[in-house]
């Protein structure tokens, strides 16, 4: 194994940033005004940017909280039947924007109009 796969923490997914690093700052920076912040603890662990310490404990409450989600997330997720009111009312919003296609504001610029040309 290399040594930089050897200084990895638990739960660390992608190599440390540097500390100048604005994602670094950022999650750092909300990791200490908001220790409960999932966000912040979930890109800390990932990036190994916390102590060997602090890194086991959040990568358990991490892997917890994953779990929890995952069950409670287990019923099915498609998306409910559309009905046909939906599918006669997507047929208006295609017309309206063939309306829309087919204005012309006058906008196109012909072959001897240019820049500067109009002031001489």
């Not at 920076?29 to 890109?43: F, G, I, K, V």
Request: net charge positive.
């Amino acid at each position: 194994m290399s040594d930089e796969a050897t200084k990895q923490k638990i739960g660390q997914k992608h190599p440390t940033p540097t500390p100048g690093n604005g994602d670094r700052v950022f999650y750092e920076t909300l990791y200490n005004q908001r220790p409960d912040s999932e966000m912040a603890q979930e890109w800390c662990v990932a990036y190994g940017v916390l102590s060997d310490e602090d890194a086991a404990k959040l990568h358990k409450k991490i892997l917890k909280r994953k779990a929890a989600a995952k069950s409670v997330g287990s019923g099915s997720s498609s998306p409910a039947p559309k009905s046909e009111k939906k599918k006669s009312s997507s047929k208006k919003k295609a017309k309206k924007v063939m309306d829309d296609v087919e204005f012309d504001a006058g906008m196109g610029a012909g072959g001897d109009e240019g820049i500067g040309i109009g002031a001489l």
